[in-house]
């Protein structure tokens, strides 16, 4: 989530003196992984915890770096980089979302799937939408339903439902026959 500059200004005060660094930015991201994502003129960068630039503000969009990387998008794909700004996984995907349990969904073409931290397609890219990891488990779409699998792609909650939120507490949101219900990490049904 990207914070404006009034709250960033106020939030990175030390002792009373304002980091006047953060200034020269449009926005300033929260720290992750000991950089923040910044913004300026439209581009996207990351400095370190003193303002210094440790990745260039060169990418048209970016997202918080998590697990040691960050997406990048650069010429209209995404990428990822390290926190010190080497390039990991080349800009080839039409889409990106951050790493989550060592494992970041990505789409290419029309199709969503699941890389590591090495850029290999562990769950291979044949999903219609994809979310991240959550409690051990990602919400996919495929032929317009929406299921769960783990980390090894099984399907452990079959595509049977509207929509599909991910698990926070064990729980998570599904749309069944126009209905919003709960269920647990079996599919079972936990409340309405």
């Excluded at 440790?54 to 697990?67: G, K, M, N, R, S």
């Excluded at 990387?69 to 209209?76: M, R, T, Y």
């Excluded at 039409?94 to 349990?101: H, L, P, Q, V, Y």
């Amino acid at each position: 989530m990207k914070y404006t500059l009034l709250w960033a200004v106020s939030c990175l005060s030390v002792e009373g003196n304002t980091q006047q660094w953060v200034k020269q930015y449009d926005n300033v991201d929260e720290f992750n992984c000991e950089v923040a994502l910044v913004t300026k003129a439209g581009m996207h960068g990351f400095v370190n915890k003193s303002g210094k630039v440790v990745i260039p503000l060169i990418y048209e969009d970016a997202l918080h770096c998590t697990e040691g990387l960050a997406a990048v998008k650069k010429d209209g794909k995404w990428g990822f980089v390290d926190s010190a700004g080497s390039e990991i996984v080349a800009p080839q995907y039409n889409d990106a979302n951050s790493f989550a349990a060592g494992l970041a969904v990505v789409m290419k073409g029309e199709k969503f799937g699941f890389i590591d931290r090495t850029g290999k397609a562990v769950i291979p890219l044949s999903y219609d939408n994809a979310t991240s990891f959550s409690e051990g488990l990602a919400a996919v779409n495929k032929n317009g339903l929406w299921g769960f699998i783990d980390k090894t792609g099984k399907e452990v909650i079959s595509c049977k439902y509207g929509f599909a939120g991910s698990f926070s507490d064990g729980i998570a949101k599904v749309l069944k026959d126009s209905k919003w219900v709960e269920i647990d990490k079996n599919g079972k049904k936990v409340s309405e």
